[in-house]
């Protein structure tokens, strides 16, 4: 099993950034497939993006495309996720992944191994 923590949630108004971080217990490219996901309460968890480890390749959700950016940083063992122009429905808990299945195009799926969470809070 993989430990997660998540780094870097907060409170920011419309229009600012915040990044967060997950760092993992095993190396990155071992996990294959790590994402974000986001849930508000009373909805589901969703997937925002997810990163393949070893190549790099990325999905995003279309809900933040051109917003928020995943990446891989090896050294760090770390993925993270830019977030930019926050809208307040944005406001959540977001949780790291790992584990995930492959799928193409940088997507996975079925992620075994989770994050506690860190909260994003975008207000008006």
């Known amino acids: 099993q993989v430990r997660l923590v998540e780094s870097g949630g907060g409170s920011v108004q419309v229009g600012g950034s915040l990044r967060l971080s997950c760092a993992a217990s095993v190396p990155i490219v071992d996990t294959l497939c790590m994402g974000w996901y986001r849930q508000i309460p009373g909805k589901e968890r969703e997937a925002v993006a997810t990163i393949y480890t070893r190549d790099g390749d990325t999905y995003h959700a279309s809900f933040v495309k051109g917003r928020f950016t995943i990446s891989r940083d090896k050294d760090k063992n770390t993925v993270d996720l830019q977030m930019n122009s926050l809208r307040p429905e944005d406001t959540a808990m977001y949780y790291c992944?790992?584990?995930?299945?492959?799928?193409?195009?940088?997507?996975?799926?079925?992620?075994?191994?989770w994050g506690q969470g860190t909260q994003a809070t975008v207000s008006s």
């Open positions: 992944a790992a584990g995930g299945i492959p799928r193409g195009g940088g997507y996975c799926s079925g992620f075994t191994d």
